[in-house]
């Protein structure tokens, strides 16, 4: 790998080992082009919420939600296009935006470590970049997941998530298992005057649509 070309990326979500789509990071690494660095943690708090299809997303609201729990690894340019690719970076899906995060060993402390801010001083402290959610539709998933951010996306919420190549035909980015105007009369059907704008749960009372 061309360390003058390597950017440091932090995945928090189905990039993980032992996640739906680590697959590509384990192919890059084959590659040369991907290595894992360590566990790491936001030095900050972020929203961290899980969508429909439970597509979990980054939030750019620093100081709200918890300090999100996940890996850092270096990752050639090469890497980084199939990365941006996968993200859909283009297509306004997520934005890459730096980040500071923090070395830490998983189980070492207690939960409550989320909720305490530390500085980009902070000992092992490094600049990287992670994969937020497009703010097209970042404030709308915050409001409509009741403004509760998790520190970590876990196997159990892994489980109900839907790889894109498995997604229903007509289905959009944000996970409508329906299109649009379906679920707009299937609410109205079932709730009255509720539109799709509503909230929905989809996945475990977590997801929100």
């Known amino acids: 790998m061309d360390l003058d070309r390597t950017a440091l990326v932090f995945v928090y979500g189905t990039l993980k080992r032992r996640f739906p789509n680590h697959s590509l990071l384990a192919d890059l690494a ?3 082009d991907a290595s894992f660095l360590t566990f790491a943690r936001t030095a900050r708090r972020f929203p961290l919420v899980i969508g429909p299809l439970s597509i979990p997303f980054l939030l ?5 939600g918890r ?3 996940g890996e850092l690894y270096a990752v050639s340019s090469r890497g980084l296009s199939r990365l941006d690719e996968l993200e859909g970076t283009t297509r306004g899906h997520y934005d890459r935006i730096p980040l500071v995060v ?6 070492a402390d207690g939960d409550e470590a989320r909720d305490s801010e530390e500085g980009e001083d902070a000992p092992g402290a490094v600049t990287a970049e992670a994969y937020f959610a ?5 404030d709308d998933l915050w409001r409509r997941c009741g403004e509760r951010g998790l520190g970590s996306y876990t196997e159990d919420d892994a489980s109900g998530y839907v790889p894109p190549k498995d997604r229903p035909a007509g289905t959009t980015f944000l996970g409508e298992v329906l299109p649009k105007q379906f679920l707009s009369r299937i609410t109205y059907l079932l ?3 509720l539109t799709s704008s ?6 475990q009372g977590l997801s929100c649509l």
């Not at 750019?60 to 709200?64: A, D, E, I, V």
């Not at 923090?102 to 189980?107: D, I, N, Y």
């Not at 497009?134 to 970042?138: C, D, F, L, Q, V």
């Open 30 to 32: 084959a590659a040369g």
């Open 60 to 64: 750019r609201l620093p100081g709200f």
């Open 67 to 69: 300090r999100v729990d």
């Open 102 to 107: 923090v070395p830490f060993t998983p189980g």
């Open 134 to 138: 497009h703010p097209s539709i970042g």
């Open 191 to 193: 709730f009255g005057n």
């Open 198 to 203: 509503g909230l929905i749960l989809i996945h």
